[in-house]
């Protein structure tokens, strides 16, 4: 949970209109619902007015409530607070108005009249609120002391109840929390930033080529297509999801290093200042020391920019491949009458996880699996092929429809396994004669498969013949 308590202002409406409209158009695509608190109405155009009307009237209130009139007039009337959800939590309407409650009360501003407005131009949940900084009772403004250190306290409560912490910094005391990046270093890489964020729409923009249009409903198992089409849409995006914190990440790093590398001549200079050095040669100094930061800076960034571009570019390519290559695992499990279930659930379940190469790996191994199978060992180094056995690669480059790499490795795996299985000791010369074709595990776990399957569909049958008769009955 991120709590922003942005800029004050004077007009209701202003910013009632740019929270209800589209950035810089007159459209409303991008607002998700609105929602009123402490007003008599939810209509967003009623509710700015009794929100106006009770700022321009705050002297009145204060005499009908029986408190002192006079002092300053309340200037800044309008607060307007965003309440931002992290990309993994799935919150409703519901959820979001209940927080927003929760967090002005926790503010002491639960009397005042507020205006939720929902958005849903960004990957993040999050709703803006603007608040009427004049109490509709008493006249009297709120109390924002200390207000962004509130909010952060109810930011951190909120993640422990919900047993997720997204931002670690609250946990550190204050003395020991990372300073934000100063606002010249914040501008240093908008560019790059632009330019990266170009580039990712570049590569969010090529759709893979799919061996099938999940989108047509004739096809064959058209369900698993369209499964597996979701499952690599989320896995494409959530890579994208993360590009984002990558390069504050990099933002971040490049300009401690570079603070960190001129911070003994940034001291020195401020023990010359302190000691009463002149004036003419304290700002010569000071002018010389940003230059060379600036250099610093702009070439360590431009430099970590471009290796993570490149970075970017390698990983997207070998999501696609790892992509490619369970697309063709599925097919030929199909074309091998097998089903898919279990496969996709699996595959699902390691999408979100840490090694992406091994992901299809393990779904085809534990599918295609025998129930009682010990876990297979971690794969040995590559032998050369013994006397009557094929090894997994030659096993496998018979199989016209091919598995993907996944299969591959349970080949190998099987073949290592017959090698150990039946050693020699006592090896005698052999006779030049003709080998035995070698035998194609492959064959054999398919067959066993397919016989777990007809088991399955026996007993499921049987079950089902049961409950009919005891309907009958």
Aim: net charge negative; glycine share 4%; charged share 30%.
């Amino acid at each position: 949970m991120i709590v922003k308590i942005l800029a004050h202002g004077t007009s209701f409406k202003g910013l009632a209109t740019y929270l209800t409209h589209d950035a810089e158009a007159q459209t409303t695509e991008r607002v998700g619902w609105t929602h009123t608190l402490k007003l008599a109405h939810d209509d967003v155009a009623s509710a700015v007015d009794e929100m106006v009307w009770t700022a321009r009237n705050a002297e009145l209130l204060k005499q009908e409530a029986g408190i002192r009139a006079g002092g300053r007039a309340t200037e800044n009337t309008v607060k307007h607070v965003s309440l931002n959800w992290s990309p993994e939590e799935n919150v409703t309407r519901e959820d979001m108005i209940a927080a927003t409650e929760e967090f002005l009360e926790h503010m002491k501003w639960q009397e005042h009249q507020a205006l939720l407005v929902a958005h849903e131009d960004k990957a993040h949940a999050h709703v803006h609120l603007m608040l009427n900084t004049v109490h509709p009772e008493t006249g009297l403004r709120l109390d924002d002391n200390f207000e962004r250190r509130r909010a952060q306290s109810w930011a951190l409560e909120y993640e422990r109840e919900h047993d997720r912490i997204y931002c670690e910094e609250r946990l550190k005391n204050p003395a020991e929390r990372e300073e934000p990046l100063p606002r010249p270093a914040w501008l240093a890489f908008q560019e790059n930033e632009k330019d990266f964020e170009r580039a990712e729409k570049i590569l969010s923009d090529q759709d893979p080529i799919l061996f099938e249009n999940p989108n047509n409903t004739k096809i064959a198992n058209f369900a698993e297509w369209k499964n597996l089409k979701e499952i690599q849409r989320l896995e494409r995006e959530d890579f994208f999801a993360h590009g984002k914190s990558e390069f504050s990440e990099l933002r971040r790093s490049v300009y401690r290093e570079v603070r960190e590398e001129f911070r003994e001549r940034w001291a020195e200079f401020y023990a010359t200042q302190r000691g009463g050095g002149d004036g003419e040669f304290l700002a010569s100094l000071k002018s010389e020391l940003i230059a060379d930061q600036k250099v610093a800076l702009e070439s360590r960034r431009d430099e970590a920019c471009l290796e993570l571009r490149e970075s970017r570019d390698s990983l997207y390519r070998e999501l696609l491949d790892e992509q490619r290559e369970v697309r063709q695992g599925m097919r030929a499990r199909q074309e091998a009458g097998l089903d898919n279930a279990l496969f996709l659930q699996l595959i699902e379940e390691n999408s979100a996880g840490k090694d992406r190469t091994a992901s299809f790996r393990d779904a085809a191994e534990s599918v295609i699996a025998p129930p009682d199978a010990a876990p297979r060992a971690p794969m040995a180094a590559p032998r050369s092929p013994s006397h009557g056995i094929k090894s997994g690669t030659d096993v496998s480059a018979n199989i016209a429809t091919g598995l993907g790499f996944g299969l591959l490795a349970l080949f190998d795996s099987l073949a290592d396994g017959l090698i150990a299985a039946n050693p020699d000791p006592h090896p005698q010369p052999r006779q030049a004669e003709p080998e035995p074709p070698a035998p194609n595990p492959f064959d054999a776990v398919i067959e066993e498969a397919r016989q777990r399957q007809q088991h399955e569909l026996e007993d499921s049958e049987s079950e089902w013949r049961k409950r009919l008769w005891s309907l009958g009955d």
